[in-house]
């Protein structure tokens, strides 16, 4: 048996844990799926043990898949640090990171001094913006990284997952609303996605919701329901003892993920190191969370 376990593998390995699949990770790394499949072969030759079941239906990875799957992450996290801290060609380059609010306000940031601190050569200049704003920059070219709230089922091939919440109908307690007159909503801004899908869903079936507050702070909105302006949409973290949750009476909200989104063909050293840094925090035993 050979007592050698090739990086390259090993981030084949973790890139079809994190894809889910074979065929998406050798997407994702721009290689054939049969390189892929090399790969791994070449690892249970080394190892004399299968690593994944490949049985339609079951799991991923054998038992011993998902122990080398804990393994790697160590081994490829403090090759990578080493060779950004020893190496003789620092990492250096330019990324533009857009943010929403919630994620300012998550690890992210944490993740970002840290990562300052190991690539000094790397300069990261940050957006912060609504969801739908920070998804259109990306489209257009204007970041190449994106840190932000999507529903559950846009989520992408090659997204990497930071924490996942639920999202909820919410009022005031002493708040009181007829479902056959105009509804007060309350929204983060003309660019709020929870607005469109409660407009949509809402004349869908037969709710009328007028916007009276546009707000693009969470704090605000929090606020403006506690005084019983309205209804609104609320993520299950920005819930407090003091705002109820209105069940049965309007359409259920589809739940949310806060995600990091690399733009296509953004694939610098600088990048990759930045992505890299925010999956180490997502593996850890503390996920991701907002602050407070």
Request: hydrophobic share 40%; proline share 4%.
């Amino acid at each position: 048996m050979s007592e050698r376990l090739e990086i390259d593998a090993l981030r084949a390995l973790l890139t079809i844990a994190r894809l889910g699949g074979v065929t998406r990770a050798a997407s994702h790394l721009n290689v054939s799926q049969s390189a892929v499949s090399h790969k791994i072969r070449r690892l249970e030759q080394n190892l004399d043990c299968s690593l994944l079941t490949r049985r339609p239906g079951g799991p991923l990875f054998t038992e011993a898949g998902t122990q080398l799957c804990d393994y790697a992450r160590r081994i490829v996290d403090l090759h990578d640090e080493a060779l950004a801290t020893l190496g003789k060609k620092p990492v250096s380059g330019k990324i533009m990171l857009g943010m929403t609010e919630d994620t300012t306000t998550s690890g992210i940031a944490r993740i970002l001094g840290r990562f300052m601190r190991l690539f000094p050569n790397v300069k990261v200049q940050t957006r912060t913006s609504q969801s739908l704003c920070v998804q259109e920059w990306l489209k257009d070219g204007d970041l190449d990284v994106a840190a932000m709230q999507i529903f559950r089922k846009d989520l992408l091939p090659g997204d990497l997952t930071l924490f996942e919440d639920t999202l909820h109908w919410v009022r005031s307690p002493d708040l009181k609303f007829d479902t056959g007159e105009h509804i007060p909503f309350l929204s983060f801004d003309n660019n709020c996605f929870y607005k469109r899908w409660a407009f949509s869903e809402g004349l869908s079936m037969g709710h009328a919701f007028e916007s009276i507050l546009e707000c693009p702070s969470s704090a605000g909105i929090q606020s403006a329901v506690r005084s019983g302006l309205g209804v609104a949409l609320l993520n299950g973290l920005h819930i407090t003892p003091d705002i109820s949750k209105i069940e049965g009476v309007f359409p259920e909200p589809p739940d949310i993920v806060y995600i990091a989104r690399v733009r296509a063909g953004a694939d610098s050293a600088a990048v990759k190191a930045l992505i890299s840094e925010i999956a180490k925090e997502v593996h850890a035993s503390k996920p991701l969370k907002l602050a407070g």
